[in-house]
């Protein structure tokens, strides 16, 4: 790709500015994180920075939350990924943590809840092969093992490594017949510089894509059994 405005007439040079944001929320989805405390009770804690290889995920939490201390001494998390319908619920757990005295570095106004779930109007409902519970609202809830938390270059972060053993979907956003998830039944919640958004209009697919639709929440035609 070249970057030569000489043979680029349409790239106006003076079109962009230097910039200092202080996040990189480019557009991430939300996920409701779900881990188990000493004494056996749930914490839950809302992330925005996650994203997936195959069946590994890596996700960005903040090290003196609640959720890092868990998974450093119980390595099982559910990742519960919420509807963009949800994103009220999400939000109602934002200020609040689940370390008592709440940490230093939370931001102003955030206080300790031992009841994540109850204060943000969320059911819990047993996994299958982890202790964590999964989140009954939310379409998808990822059942994993994490393999390694370690501490990123800032020392205010860590990065978790998990791998998914066990997918539970919502029949709703199932193709049906399929292991595939319906991408223009499935919404999820996408947290953009701060604000939360669901998904736009279907622009395209990728050459990859194993449930190719034609037009606004369209579906190819079946093959021909001829």
């Known amino acids: 790709m070249t970057t030569d405005t000489h043979r680029n ?3 106006d040079p003076g079109s962009h500015r230097e910039i200092e944001p202080r996040v990189l929320y480019f557009g991430t989805p939300v996920a409701l994180v779900s881990t188990l405390n000493e004494d056996g009770t749930p914490n839950l804690a809302p992330i ?32 519960n990924m919420p509807s963009a319908d949800l994103w009220e619920r999400v939000e109602r757990l934002a200020p609040l943590t689940g370390r008592d005295p709440v940490p230093e570095g939370k931001p102003p106004g955030c206080r300790f809840e031992a009841d994540k779930f109850g204060a943000a109007g969320l059911t819990a409902t047993g996994s299958v092969l982890v202790g964590p519970p999964r989140v009954a609202q939310c379409p998808l809830q990822l059942e994993t093992k994490v393999r390694h938390v370690r501490a990123d270059d800032s020392g205010e ?33 996408i947290y953009s510089f701060r604000h939360y958004f669901g998904l736009g209009v279907e622009r395209g697919y990728s050459h990859r894509s194993q449930t190719p639709t034609h037009g606004v929440g369209g579906r190819a035609p079946e093959p021909s059994r001829a």
């Open 157 to 189: 972060h860590v990065i978790v490594e998990a791998r998914v053993v066990r997918v539970h979907a919502e029949k709703g956003v199932i193709v049906p017949g399929t292991h595939h998830i319906d991408p223009a039944s499935w919404n999820p919640l």
């Open 48 to 79: 925005s920075s996650l994203w997936a290889l195959g069946m590994l995920l890596v996700v960005g939490l903040g090290a003196t939350g609640q959720t890092a201390r868990n998974l450093e001494e119980r390595p099982e998390m559910v990742v």
């Open 9 to 11: 007439p349409s790239v």
